[in-house]
Structures are given as C-alpha cells and as structure tokens.
C-alpha cells in the first residue's frame, strides 16, 4: 500500500502501482485467500502513521482475516487500526526502535493479533535485521542477529513471526528456505514466510522442508501467474492440507 | 417477524467493528452497548472478547453485567474469549468467569509442531444437531485465533482438533458459542451468524 494504492517492488525497491485497493481484495477473498496483509510502506520511513479510512473500507467487504502493518508506533494507533476492523496488527521498525512496543500491544490486545515482521538479509555472519525497508534512500543494517530478534520478539509477546528474507523478495526463485528452517528452530508461534514465490512448487518446498504455518506471496499472485484456487489443489495433491 | 435487535456486548474488545461489518453483510444491524436494560432488551445478544480473560470478567464485573448475562433468556451468543467467559473459569490469568457453562478454559499444551497460538483455518466435526450449525457439514473450514481451548463436554455441538480434540462451537440452553471467529470464516461463518440470529 502507497498512499491507497497496491503496489508491488522488486527487492523491496522501485515499487510500481499495481491495482486498486478494494478490487484486489474482494479478488482474493473470492479466489480463497486464507488472509491478507496490508503493508503501508510509506508510513514508517517517514514517520506517520496509516490513513485509516482504507481499513474500514476493506473491513466491509472482507469475511476472511486480515493483517495491517507499516507505521504502527503506538498503543492508541493499534487501537484504531483494530478499531477499523483489521485482525491483526505487524509491527516492524518502530518495534526495532522501542522494543516495549511488543510488549505493550501484547498486553493490551494479547498474543494472538500482535505479528512482529523481521526484514532479513543474509550475511557472511548469518542473518542480519534490515529496518526501514520500505524507503530505498533510508533503508539500513540494523546489526541485530535475525535468531536473537526472533527469539526476544516472542519473549515480548509476539504471537506470530512473519519472515521477509530480502535476497529472495520480488525475484520469484523461491523461498529462503534455509533461513526459514533455522528461524523455525527458534519459533514457537507461527510463523508465515515472505519473499521470493515464484512457481507453485516454491510452496510446497516451503511447508514441507520449512514447516512454516502459512506462506506469503504477493508478485505471482498480483499478477495472476499463480492463481490461487490452482495452487491450492496443488498443495492439496502435494499432501499439504488448505482449506477447501 | 420483527427484525432481530442485536446488541454486541461492548467488553473493551478491540475488534468489534469486523464483527459488525460481518453482521451488516446480511443486512442485520447491531448496535454495541454496555447498558444493561439495553442489552435485556435484545433479541439476540453476542458477547465478543479479545485478549486475556481475567481482563475480559473485570470489564465485565466494573458495568455489572457478569450479573446481568447469566440470567438472559434470549439467546447469547459468545465468540472465542467471548465463549470462554460463559463457562465457569479460564487458567488465563487464573480467571474465574461467568459459570453459566460447566468447565473451564485451559492453555494449549505447546509442542514442537503446534505453534501456540493456535491460529489458522480448522474444520470442525460436528458432533450434535444445533441450529447453530444448520447448513454446515463435517469438514468445514473455520478461522480459529486462541492460546486457551475448552474440552469437548456435554456442551459441545462441534469439535476440531489442535494436537487433542477442543470445543468449536457449544449450546447450553439458550447460550451458544464459537471458539472461531464467524465474522471472518468466509461463508460458513456468515452462515453461522445466520443461524444464530434465525434462533428465537
């Protein structure tokens, strides 16, 4: 999302529009999405929060959960946002910069609707945190150890993980799946991986040898190269249970 | 037949919009209300909730409605921490609850392949005929987000199961619940909501 639009980046760059808002979410809904993420990548770099009034619209029409995330600093601002109709609520800068953030959101709404998003690139050391992923010119190595943040994110109160590997983001050749086996090692609450579906068999790799709890994909699916009713009656022959 | 008048508990839950966006989506309007001649008044009362038991009962007690809710005749229909509450505690926070339903809510034992929380699509598997479930079918998906779970027990109209079978949906006299979230379980949950506002 970028100022109401949907857009789409290649590498966490160069985003381009790619539909509108509420056309692309009844699309999904009625293709059998299981959830949706809403990412606001404008809002965090530039320090404000979300235009709300996207939120309630797409409540209305959605009957399948969904996740907002992207300048969510606040207590007050999570409340709006849950106020406006959204499940969920992923935290990602702001919780670099003030960790209590987690905390604090999982005390007031609990667990299960607090989501922690780690931007991750892999180092010669293993896997570094990125912040400010959305903003090219802003963008930076944070020197956290992805594992460590993982682990303390969940000691705060996160309730689910979502794994943004930024080397395999918008390139389409499939998950990172070795990052994704060691985050899940050291991850007790779900965790939903990002970054790099390209062919329906990147998913079944991804939930076979990564166990994760759900996948994540925005390029193949945006541009109708993977539609969704197909990949799930793969999965399904592939022995993965989706819903019907 | 009059239209239903709905009152959703207002129990400091955060996202009671969606369940009301769920209930405008059949056309049905809802009003939330702490009152409790208001809430006597319903035809149909739900009871939401998210976050922590204990939170929920003490919200509950400061309005005087853990005294009201129980002795409702119409039916109430609670969802996830909503359902939890009607029985008679939770290990939430240690939280003694409504005690209309025998039991109490426990914490998902965690395991090495059983994320906690417990959050994703279930089918259930309906094990009495309810109204609740008119039109739904053994298999059936529905998007459950929860840490604490009810044993299935003599209220359980459906199960599902996450490592051991837990209660999906209950009925005891004139109270019902769902340990899923109706308002966002795609068409079985708009179902449900309309059995549950067909009850009279």
Request: hydrophobic letters at 45%.
């Amino acid at each position: 999302m970028r100022d109401g639009q949907v857009v789409k980046g290649v590498r966490f760059r160069d985003h381009r529009v790619v539909g509108d808002i509420l056309e692309l979410a009844a699309r999904y809904r009625d293709e059998g999405a299981d959830e949706l993420v809403f990412y606001d990548i404008s809002a965090s770099p530039e320090g404000r929060g979300v235009d709300r009034s996207w939120i309630t619209r797409v409540a209305r029409i959605l009957d399948i959960p969904f996740c907002v995330a992207g300048g969510i600093r606040s207590v007050a601002q999570a409340e709006d946002v849950l106020a406006s109709g959204a499940e969920k609520i992923s935290v990602n800068s702001p919780a670099l910069e003030n960790p209590d953030l987690i905390d604090d959101l999982s005390r007031r709404f609990g667990a299960q609707c607090v989501v922690v998003g780690v931007d991750s690139q892999t180092v010669e050391q293993g896997y570094r945190v990125q912040q400010f992923t959305g903003d090219v010119a802003r963008s930076r190595d944070t020197s956290r150890n992805t594992i460590d943040w993982v682990i303390e994110a969940q000691r705060r109160g996160a309730g689910e993980i979502v794994l943004n590997c930024m080397s395999s983001d918008g390139v389409r050749r499939g998950y990172d799946i070795a990052q994704l086996c060691a985050i899940r090692e050291v991850c007790h609450v779900p965790l939903v991986a990002s970054g790099g579906a390209g062919a329906m068999e990147h998913f079944t790799d991804v939930f076979q040898t990564a166990h994760v709890d759900a996948a994540l994909a925005a390029s193949v699916f945006h541009s109708g190269e993977i539609p969704i009713p197909n990949l799930k009656c793969r999965l399904r022959g592939d022995g993965i249970e989706v819903r019907a | 037949m009059n239209p239903a008048q709905v009152v959703i508990v207002a129990n400091g839950g955060a996202n009671i919009a969606s369940l009301q966006f769920a209930l405008a989506r059949l056309d049905v309007a809802s009003t939330v209300s702490a009152d409790s001649a208001q809430i006597r008044a319903a035809s149909h009362v739900i009871l939401p909730g998210v976050g922590a038991a204990a939170d929920g009962m003490a919200r509950l007690r400061q309005s005087g409605l853990d005294a009201l809710i129980p002795t409702l005749q119409q039916p109430v229909l609670g969802i996830c921490l909503g359902m939890q509450l009607l029985f008679e505690a939770s290990q939430e926070g240690d939280a003694r609850c409504l005690g209309i339903i025998p039991g109490a809510a426990a914490r998902f034992a965690p395991a090495k392949t059983r994320p906690v929380p417990h959050m994703g699509w279930n089918t259930l598997d309906i094990l009495k005929p309810c109204a609740l479930l008119a039109g739904l079918t053994d298999g059936d998906y529905a998007y459950f987000v929860h840490s604490f779970a009810l044993d299935v027990s003599a209220a359980t109209v459906a199960s599902t199961a996450y490592g051991a079978d837990f209660s999906a949906c209950v009925q005891w006299r004139n109270f019902y619940g769902a340990q899923f979230h109706p308002e966002r379980s795609a068409a079985v949950g708009a179902r449900l909501l309309k059995n549950f506002l067909a009850i009279r």
